[in-house]
């Protein structure tokens, strides 16, 4: 698959559930509502939209959510695309998750060869934990991470860098993941959905946090990618990896080599547009994937070059009305 920009679509994130146990400030209002499951794809349609974009080019598959680990009988789902891992038509099965269901699910993950996770983590402290996330339990997080890396799998962390929340704390998370044997990645906050803060008080720019932490590092770029956004710098101090993903201060566009899928089937060919494919439909007109693959052409050949999300004072309005949770974090 090759966007009119010539780039080559390689990755596919899917969200299974727009569903998450946590609600994280920057990502969801406390009070949401969720899709009815009958909206929902089931497992089994997931499987069948997802291989056939592993059948059209895709190498990097990744679950996302909401939280995917809560969507029931998630691995059902796991064990049966992890057949395109033993065929060799993928190359990499993985999830993003908030860790709080890995203790319950790390070994079995490992079993259907998940190698690697993302997952979510802003702060190290238990109370600003529970009130960033509004409900969970970092101690239960921490738990899940070991049970991961127990089983084998290989953890990066990503963390959301917030103005006046987890600022003055980044450079103790990046000591401590190191020391753990984890990379760490930080974000910019994306003005995506309405939440119950003001994304202007929220926003750091990463540019500011890179020129705080030369203060205190020595940062050399290097090449390392995992297939997504990241760009990476090396850490002298601790021998550790540390990524960038910076979508508001230096967009990644360039490069983009993925389109997100949500649970209703609904193909997103960039994170910051609302430009949208319906796959649903395809996928349940016939048996065969002719239909399907020829709207997933159609939608890949409207890719834009890039996102227009944009956070200041005169912008209040989120960039654009979906939550993050809705097109797969």
Same mark, same amino acid.
């Given at each position: 698959?090759?966007?009119?920009?010539?780039?080559?679509? !390689?990755?596919?994130?899917?969200?299974?559930?727009?569903?998450?146990?946590?609600?994280?400030?920057? @990502?969801?209002?406390?009070?949401?509502?969720?899709?009815?499951?009958?909206?929902?794809?089931?497992?089994?349609?997931?499987?069948?939209?997802?291989?056939?974009?592993?059948?059209?080019?895709?190498? =990097?598959?990744?679950?996302? +959510?909401?939280?995917?680990?809560?969507?029931?009988?998630?691995?059902?789902?796991?064990?049966?695309?992890?057949?395109?891992?033993?065929?060799? %038509?993928?190359?990499?099965? #993985?999830?993003? #998750?908030?860790?709080?269901?890995?203790?319950?699910?790390?070994?079995?993950? %490992?079993?259907?060869?998940?190698?690697?996770?993302?997952? /979510? $983590?802003?702060?190290?402290?238990?109370?600003?934990?529970?009130?960033?996330?509004?409900?969970?339990?970092?101690?239960?997080?921490?738990? *899940?991470?070991?049970?991961?890396?127990?089983?084998?799998?290989?953890?990066?962390?990503?963390?959301?860098?917030?103005? +006046?929340?987890?600022?003055?704390?980044?450079?103790?998370?990046? =000591?401590?993941?190191?020391?753990?044997?984890?990379?760490? #990645?930080?974000?910019?906050?994306?003005?995506?959905?309405?939440? &119950?803060? &003001?994304?202007?008080?929220?926003? $750091?720019?990463?540019?500011?946090? =890179?020129? &705080?932490?030369?203060?205190?590092? #020595?940062?050399?770029?290097?090449d390392y990618k995992t297939g997504g956004p990241a760009r990476?710098?090396?850490?002298?101090?601790?021998?550790?990896?540390? +990524?960038?993903? !910076?979508?508001?201060?230096?967009?990644? @566009?360039? /490069?983009?080599?993925?389109?997100?899928?949500? @649970?209703?089937?609904?193909?997103?060919?960039?994170?910051?547009?609302?430009?949208?494919?319906?796959?649903?439909?395809?996928?349940? %007109?016939?048996? +065969? &994937?002719?239909?399907?693959?020829?709207?997933?052409?159609? %939608?890949?050949?409207?890719?834009?070059?890039?996102?227009?999300?944009?956070?200041?004072r005169a912008t209040r309005r989120p960039a654009?009305?979906?939550?993050?949770?809705?097109? *797969?974090?």
């Open positions: 698959m090759i966007d009119p920009f010539g780039r080559a679509i !390689t990755y596919l994130r899917v969200s299974v559930t727009d569903r998450c146990d946590f609600r994280c400030v920057y @990502c969801m209002a406390e009070d949401m509502t969720f899709l009815p499951k009958r909206d929902l794809l089931t497992l089994e349609e997931l499987d069948r939209l997802a291989s056939a974009f592993v059948d059209k080019g895709v190498r =990097r598959l990744r679950l996302t +959510g909401g939280e995917p680990l809560v969507r029931k009988n998630i691995m059902h789902l796991i064990a049966s695309l992890s057949r395109h891992l033993q065929s060799g %038509a993928l190359d990499e099965l #993985t999830l993003t #998750t908030n860790g709080s269901q890995l203790q319950r699910y790390a070994a079995e993950l %490992a079993g259907h060869g998940v190698k690697r996770l993302n997952v /979510s $983590l802003d702060t190290l402290d238990p109370d600003k934990f529970r009130a960033i996330t509004r409900w969970g339990e970092l101690d239960r997080v921490l738990q *899940g991470i070991r049970a991961a890396q127990s089983a084998g799998i290989k953890v990066k962390l990503n963390a959301v860098a917030l103005k +006046g929340f987890n600022d003055l704390e980044i450079p103790e998370m990046i =000591r401590w993941a190191h020391g753990e044997g984890m990379d760490l #990645t930080l974000i910019e906050t994306m003005p995506m959905g309405e939440i &119950d803060e &003001d994304r202007t008080d929220q926003y $750091l720019p990463l540019s500011q946090v =890179r020129s &705080d932490l030369e203060q205190r590092f #020595t940062l050399s770029d290097n990476y710098v090396t850490i002298a101090e601790t021998g550790g990896r540390l +990524g960038f993903i !910076t979508p508001m201060t230096h967009n990644f @566009c360039e /490069s983009c080599n993925r389109v997100r899928v949500t @649970c209703t089937g609904t193909l997103y060919m960039c994170l910051g547009q609302e430009d949208a494919a319906d796959l649903r439909a395809p996928l349940r %007109a016939s048996e +065969g &994937d002719e239909l399907l693959s020829q709207a997933i052409d159609e %939608a890949i050949g409207r890719k834009p070059k890039g996102h227009d999300f944009i956070i200041d654009v009305s979906r939550h993050m949770s809705v097109t *797969g974090g």
